[in-house]
Nanobody, 124 residues
Framework: QLQLVESGGGLVQLGGSLRLSCTAS????????IGWFRQAPGKEREGVSC???????NYADSVKGRFTISRDNAKSTVYLRMNSLKPEDTAVYYC??????????????????WGKGTLVTVSS
C-alpha cells in the first residue's frame, strides 16, 4: 500500500530553518515525482516545490532562494530544506506523488497519493 509520511515540522522563529522529510513506503520512489504543498489557515492549498524522478526541480516564486527540494532514493525520502522562514510560511505542509512530474507540480494528484501533513509555525 502506497504511503507518504511527512515529518520535521515544528515551531521556529522568524529567520530560522527547518528540514521537512517525506518518506515513502509501499512503492519504489525512484520512478516517481514528488511535490510539496502547503495550506495555511483559511487559505487554499498552494504548491511549494516539486522534483522529478530525474532531479529536475521547480519552486513557487514565494520560496525561491529560500527553500531547496532534494531526494534520496536510497532512503525513499524527499526533503524540503526551508531557510529564512517568515510568518507567512506558517502552514500545514503536505507531500504528494505521481509518475507525472507535470501533474505533481500542478497538484493534480489523486487523494490516495498524499501524506497527512506536518505543521510548520513561524513566530515573529
Amino acid at each position: 500500500q502506497l504511503q507518504l509520511v511527512e515529518s520535521g515540522g515544528g515551531l521556529v522563529q522568524l529567520g530560522g530553518s527547518l528540514r521537512l522529510s517525506c518518506t515513502a513506503s509501499g512503492f519504489t520512489l525512484d520512478d516517481y515525482a514528488i511535490g510539496w504543498f502547503r495550506q495555511a489557515p483559511g487559505k487554499e492549498r498552494e504548491g511549494v516545490s516539486c522534483i522529478s524522478s530525474g532531479g529536475s526541480t521547480n519552486y513557487a516564486d514565494s520560496v525561491k532562494g529560500r527553500f531547496t527540494i532534494s531526494r534520496d532514493n536510497a532512503k525513499s525520502t524527499v526533503y524540503l530544506r526551508m531557510n529564512s522562514l517568515k510568518p507567512e510560511d506558517t502552514a500545514v505542509y503536505y507531500c504528494a506523488t505521481s509518475l507525472s512530474y507535470s501533474r505533481v507540480c500542478s497538484g493534480l494528484v489523486s487523494s490516495g497519493y498524499w501524506g497527512k501533513g506536518t505543521l510548520v509555525t513561524v513566530s515573529s
